[in-house]
Antibody
Framework: EVQLVQSGAEVKKPGESLKISCKGSGYSFTSYWIGWVRQMPGKGLEWMGIIYPGDSDTRYSPSFQGQVTISADKSISTAYLQWSSLKASDTAMYYC????????????WGQGTLVTVSS | DIQMTQSPSSLSASVGDRVTITCQASQDISNYLNWYQQKPGKAPKLLIYDASNLETGVPSRFSGSGSGTDFTFTISSLQPEDIATYYCQQYDNLPGLYTFGQGTKLEIK
């Protein structure tokens, strides 16, 4: 069974750093792109970026380029999303999702990680 | 960048109604258009991929059509469990970027 399991909710202060994770199982982790999607409270879905764990090829939405870093450790089948200096506006639910192999769609999703940034 | 316009932003319909949501791309995206359902407090779920293909396990009352710039998502007979927000998502293959539509919140009348 394909599963993407994300790390737990985080409460951070502005200026702090953070790295959240997404662990894949039940499939060949290195053969599928993993994307990250932001959903701010009460708002829609925003695509942030995507990584191919096989060779760490990474693409970013222009809106998120330079604001976050996406990485992956294929030895433990885990993708990451990290911030070096959080802002209150980073408060959101973050989802990881697997890109289907033959279609630019996201066929499996993690359960989401809620990040709250507040002083 | 390719812009996506999804409409309507909200929709109220009765059980059994036929429901239609549209997405329009600012330029030709071939059939690189997908539809998702998101229920409150849950992750999105893929319903339709490549404009018109039904994801495995998704009820046949859901369908999609279109190509190029204009796409349609249809629920043929609305069920109470279909209450959710629906999103289109496009893929721009040249820079390899993805974009979601603004979403359509579907409610029961």
């Amino acid at each position: 069974e394909v599963q993407l399991v994300q790390s737990g909710a985080e409460v951070k202060k502005p200026g702090e750093s953070l790295k959240i994770s997404c662990k894949g199982s039940g499939y060949s982790f290195t053969s599928y792109w993993i994307g990250w999607v932001r959903q701010m409270p009460g708002k829609g879905l925003e695509w942030m970026g995507i990584i191919y764990p096989g060779d760490s090829d990474t693409r970013y939405s222009p809106s998120f380029q330079g604001q976050v870093t996406i990485s992956a450790d294929k030895s433990i089948s885990t993708a990451y999303l990290q911030w070096s200096s959080l802002k209150a506006s980073d408060t959101a639910m973050y989802y990881c999702a697997r890109r289907a192999i033959n279609s630019p769609s996201f066929d499996y999703w993690g359960q989401g990680t809620l990040v709250t940034v507040s002083s | 960048d390719i812009q996506m316009t999804q409409s309507p932003s909200s929709l109220s319909a009765s059980v059994g109604d036929r429901v239609t949501i549209t997405c329009q791309a600012s330029q030709d995206i071939s059939n690189y258009l997908n539809w998702y359902q998101q229920k409150p407090g849950k992750a999105p779920k893929l319903l339709i991929y490549d404009a018109s293909n039904l994801e495995t396990g998704v009820p046949s009352r859901f369908s999609g059509s279109g190509s190029g710039t204009d796409f349609t998502f249809t629920i043929s007979s609305l069920q109470p469990e279909d209450i959710a927000t629906y999103y289109c998502q496009q893929y721009d293959n040249l820079p390899g970027l993805y974009t979601f539509g603004q979403g359509t919140k579907l409610e029961i009348k």
